[in-house]
């Protein structure tokens, strides 16, 4: 079966430091993995893709995220974090059998001025 | 509208009520998934329409919940009986569907309370 897993439940940075988010997956077959946020009271937004191709994957709001094969995960990443980035993550795969998105437990960004 | 419409946006019932939540898709989406959300934790699906037809219910818990899409656009999920175990946000979203690199467009959600 395929899931992913988000082994941080929260995540504390400054602002203006580099921010990481981590997911690692379990998939039979090529994983299509994707990002998604949720600012409070808001539904969840879609940020990024990885389907194939390059394995540093860039999407909205400044942020992209790296597919590795060898470790099986696909970190969240941005340069400079803001104080409006502040919101919760879900990393998720798509189940190419059923069409649906299996999202992991979610972490909570929180960046600090 | 523009993006994925959910109604009521709050829900308030008391344990034994019938609830019925619903969503109208963006246009032209063909896939429709229901989620629902608890406290603390990632998306939990719940059911996938493509179409008018239920592809996958796999992920609704018992018999007490039920979802409809009579005619391909909107769709509402039925609750019966509510339990306090119930309570979430319960999330939908749409997507073109037949498309497996697409994502899905999410509303905001109709969160049900079951005193």
């Known amino acids: 079966a395929q899931s992913v897993a988000q082994p941080e439940d929260q995540v504390n940075v400054a602002e203006g430091n580099p921010l990481t988010v981590k997911c690692t997956y379990s998939v039979s077959g090529n994983p299509y993995l994707f990002w998604y946020v949720q600012y409070p009271n808001r539904g969840l937004q879609f940020l990024l893709k990885y389907i194939t191709g390059d394995n540093l994957v860039k999407g909205s709001y400044g942020f992209e995220a790296e597919f590795n094969k060898s470790q099986t995960s696909f970190h969240l990443k941005k340069p400079s974090a803001l104080v409006s980035d502040s919101a919760l993550y879900f990393c998720?795969?798509?189940?190419?059998?059923?069409?649906?998105?299996?999202f992991g437990t979610g972490t909570r960004l929180q960046v600090f001025p | 509208g523009a993006g994925v419409s959910q109604t009521p946006s709050n829900k308030v019932t008391e344990k034994g009520k019938y609830v019925e939540l619903r969503c109208d898709p963006i246009s032209g989406h063909t896939a429709l998934y229901w989620y629902r959300q608890s406290l603390g934790q990632g998306p939990e699906f719940l059911i996938y329409?493509?179409?008018?037809?239920?592809?996958?219910d796999s992920g609704l818990p018992n018999d007490r919940f039920f979802a409809v899409r009579p005619e391909g656009s909107v769709s509402t999920l039925k609750i019966q009986r509510t339990e306090r175990g119930d309570s979430a946000v319960y999330l939908c979203?749409?997507?073109?569907?037949?498309?497996?690199?697409?994502?899905?467009?999410f509303g905001e959600g109709s969160r049900l309370t079951v005193l």
């Open positions: 998720a795969v798509r189940d190419m059998v059923t069409d649906k998105l299996i």
């Open positions: 329409f493509q179409g008018t037809g239920a592809a996958d």
């Open positions: 979203a749409s997507s073109l569907g037949g498309d497996w690199t697409g994502e899905l467009f």
